[in-house]
């Protein structure tokens, strides 16, 4: 019996240690296969600026827009982000963005969640109704024509609607206006 | 054209007139807000030795919150100075009270929940040792009001706290070794830890916060030695669930029956109910019993909750032995507007019409000061100490709160003018008492709201509220109170106004002092007979959190109190929320408009001591 139980761990420790031993020499050439994801950063290294903010279809739709506003109260988004100034979660209608203020990143932001609180609702909502919720966040800060973000609303008034707000300065988009150029 | 323009002048002048005069009428009903005529009586009845520690949050198992010590008093606290201080390093509301005990004080932070132990006999109380529990990140985004803690409880040469994540971990108190570390609260299900534990001999008390979440509220209590589970006290759900048992004798009819935690809610619901236990546990050793309150039914929007919405928005009384209930008492039956009822139980005897009556004194966040038996559950007095048009106070035959229904919630209709607002007549901020006064002194608010009732979707990890709500001065319009309170005559002797809402705790001295804090930042000595403010200091951040006192190794009287604005509605400035949305801190918004241009973050204790 003992000799038996030795083999077979001396088996099972060469099995493990056939994999460890494994190794890939050729995983392709380099430019074929670059890592993608959602940026969140301004900053690209190797100096490619990030795409964001491509035009997209729904951030274009006011019927879109106040689906996505439906849809932000629906799923309880409006219990942590209030209707704009933040309570749980942070305020959606200022400047600050912790994780990026474009429609790929909000997106993203939904559905993977963030680290510091953000539930992620991967698998939960329909990738259309995302995509519309985002641009409905974005419309919160004012970075929507005022032709498709939503007017008034029929609720108790709490806020200035989302077509009259100022647009809002996000550090990665939109930067402030610049009031003097550096002298030559 | 030009007489059209002129009419139109008049209909202006005419309507800002008509206005004017509404705002007058307002006004004038303010003076009625709050009844005064009590009276000072010197309390005779016996009361907790104080050893010059604060080894728990409440100081003694009555919830006194009162130190004996009395170098610091009326005439000198004029000359009392910052001793030393301390910086936790996390810009969060601080709502802990610091624990003292063997020449230690021990400081528990908002998450990341660091417990930090302080040297006491060298200068300056230099750091001792650390601990770390290092929560999950995730918490932050699961607790409804700031990322606060109400701090720790030292028991046997061993400290008790909770993590934010849902763990209550024990350390040796002279070490900073942990000990045991027992996981209590589902993140996954919006669940939290925010409340400072308690402990009774073998047994460390621990609810959980989460009522914004649609969680289900429990007590457990844990085997101080082993981090066991004892037992677990449901608030909502079966009998056996809640430990209601052939011990079960509650004094008002609405509360006997069987599964009335199941019965009184519609089909499944109970399961997602709320009932939270977040606030401050009494304990009476004769009577063996200990008392504690449970938080708001949920979600807010109560007409997807017909019934009385058993056991939410009430108090217990069980054996902290076996955590059978004994009684139970509903302050709000079928809350309507997120009254919890987590305030704190004081325990005194009181002359009662002729006897000496063992009661507890109860500030509730509906707006009444109760009086009860806490042998029996009998509410023997329940007074408004707060401006309330929602209620015109209590049955004593049947216990019911008497409702105005007219300002009832409803789904898609705001209702205006609801006073006191979400956040109550009182909060989370626990009231002191004091044997020379006999009075209680109960820091709260002067709040009214809008609200409108919507619907809600339960999704688990997510908030589960149901209305949209808005935040304003009562009238008057300051929002925050210190009110002297008579608990014989059921009437109030002095009121401190503030323009913010007193949202720290309060504690009496035998010098003759309250001390309090606001939200601006004054840390303020008050005289307890009259009132009067007799010395004030200005903090670094805002103040939310519970004052001690203590005798230190050299034999000083100390006052220590940690500054840094957080909690609900200070979650403004520590969240940076955004107050052009009025529902911004779930109806802060409109109340707090510029708090962030007067006050910052911070974290600092401050000790204070006689030069």
Known sequence: ?184 | MKSTGSRTLWLVLFGILGFWFMLGCHKQSSSTSASTGGSIHPYTAEMEKDDGQWVRATKDFANTRYSSLSQITAQNVAQLRVSWTFATTVPHGQEAAPIVANNTMYLATPWPNVLYALDLTKPGAPLKWKYEPHPSPAAKGEACCDWVTRGAVFDNGKLFFNTLDGYTIALNADTGEQLWRTHLADLNNGETITMAPMVVRNHVFVGNSGGEFGVRGWLAALDTSSGKLAWKAYSTGPDNEVLIGSRFHPYYATDKGSDLGVKTWPPDAWRIGGGTVWGFLSYDPQLNLIYYGTANPGPWNPEVRPGDNKWTAGMFARDPDTGEAVWFYQMSPHDLFDWDGINEDVLVDLPWQGQLRKVLLRPDRNGHVYVIDRATGQVLSANPFAYTNTTTGVDLRTGALQRIPDKAPRTGQVVRNICPDAPGAKDWQPSSFSPQTGLLYIPHQNMCMDEEGTEVSYIAGTPYVGSSVQYYAGPGGHMGELTAWDPIAGKAVWTIKDKYPIWSGTVTTAGGLVFFGTMDGWFKAADAKTGNILWQFKTDSGIIGQPVSYRGPDGKQYIAILSGIGGWPGSIVAGQLDTRDGTAANGWGKALPNIRNEVTAGGTLYVFSLP
């Open chain 1, 1 to 184: 019996m003992r000799p038996m139980l030795v083999s077979i761990l001396l088996l099972g420790s060469l099995l493990t240690g056939c994999k460890r031993e494994q190794r890939v020499f050729d995983p392709g050439a380099a430019g074929s296969q670059p890592a993608n994801g959602t940026v969140l950063s301004e900053v690209a290294a190797g100096q490619q600026p990030p795409k964001g903010n491509q035009p997209n279809p729904i951030a274009e739709s006011a019927y879109a827009v106040a689906e996505g506003k439906r849809f932000y109260q629906a799923y309880n988004c409006v219990g942590c982000h209030a209707n704009g100034g933040g309570a749980i979660g942070p305020a959606l209608m200022d400047s600050e963005w912790i994780y990026g203020s474009s429609l790929e990143q909000i997106h993203s932001t939904i559905v993977q969640g963030r680290p510091n609180g953000m539930p992620s609702y991967a698998g939960k909502i329909p990738d259309y109704q995302v995509w519309e919720i985002a641009a409905y966040v974005r419309s919160m800060s004012g970075q929507l024509p005022s032709d498709v973000a939503p007017s008034r609303s029929d609720h108790m008034p709490m806020v200035v609607p989302e077509q009259s707000r100022p647009q809002e300065h996000p550090g990665a988009e939109h930067p402030q206006p610049v009031v003097s150029e550096p002298s030559r």
